[in-house]
């Protein structure tokens, strides 16, 4: 892996680890503005708890070496709740500026994810059980 390349991955990682950790305890925590959030969009106030640890295991799964397999989960689980706060915000008409966020790490999960070295990514080759 070129030098740029590994650079640009973990500049990346390490952002969206960032934003991942810090909005998960955000949520684990039930800030009260959170918590009128997702009341506002909607949803209840239990699946902060869901998001918060997933979130925690997210990033678990994406900075630990090996693994292959839990590492691509957890970069669709970030851009499927991503997506969703982007399209939920949309739905209920909040302003521009709350999709800042959820847009920012939807682009920097595809960045890791893109960048990711090939031991760290799912392969044909790690698929097949060795003979």
């Known amino acids: 892996m070129k030098r740029r390349s590994k650079t640009i991955y973990w500049v990346a990682t ?8 810090s909005t ?3 949520q684990l925590l039930r800030v009260d503005e959170e918590v009128q959030k997702m009341t506002q969009l909607g949803y209840p106030v239990y699946l902060l708890t869901l998001l ?10 994406v900075l630990v070496p090996k693994f ?9 689980g970030f851009f499927f709740a991503m997506s969703g706060a982007v399209f939920s915000h949309l739905s209920v008409g909040d302003k521009a500026v709350t999709l800042f966020g959820p847009t920012l ?11 990711s070295p090939g031991h760290r990514k799912l392969t044909p080759m790690n698929n097949q059980r060795k003979k």
């Open 68 to 76: 292959p397999l839990i590492k691509e989960w957890a970069y669709a």
């Open 52 to 61: 918060g640890v997933w979130k925690m295991l997210g990033v678990a799964a």
């Open 105 to 115: 790490l939807i682009i920097l999960t595809i960045v890791s994810w893109y960048f």
């Open 24 to 26: 998960g305890m955000v």
């Open 14 to 21: 390490g952002w969206l680890s960032l934003g991942m950790i």
